[in-house]
Nanobody, 121 residues
Framework: QVQLVESGGGSVQAGGSLSLSCAAS????????MAWFRQAPGKEREGVARISPTYGNKYYADSVKGRFTISQDNAKNTVYLQMNSLKPEDTAMYYC??????????????WGQGTQVTVSS
């Protein structure tokens, strides 16, 4: 069983920055990919960014390219999401996920509890 513990998030004004962290534990065979998803009220959950802990490959949603950066510290089993130039439309509950690759998509098998990000205009 993979466990994911998120931290960070909060409230910020538009143009500001926030950083999220996700500490992972458990079997590495279920942590072939690590990803951040988000879900805004009334909307479907969407993938934001994903990374291969082994190879470092990174992928981003078009809506966050150039503003968000996913990174990892394998020694700490932690994945980060640095969010810059935040917009009100980035407001959502952000979830860390661990899973397996299906082509270049991260199929999430385990989820964190979520952390709220609120961006005010």
């Amino acid at each position: 069983q993979v466990q994911l513990v998120e931290s960070g998030g909060g409230s910020v004004q538009a143009g500001g920055s926030l950083s999220l962290s996700c500490a992972a534990s458990g079997p590495t065979n279920w942590r072939k990919c690590m990803a951040w998803f988000r879900q805004a009220p009334g909307k479907e959950r969407e993938g934001v960014a994903r990374i291969s802990p082994t190879y470092g490959n990174k992928y981003y949603a078009d809506s966050v390219k150039g503003r968000f950066t996913i990174s990892q510290d394998n020694a700490k089993n932690t994945v980060y999401l640095q969010m810059n130039s935040l917009k009100p439309e980035d407001t959502a509950m952000y979830y860390c996920a661990a899973g397996i690759w299906v082509d270049v998509t991260c199929e999430a098998k385990f989820w964190g509890q979520g952390t709220q990000v609120t961006v005010s205009s």
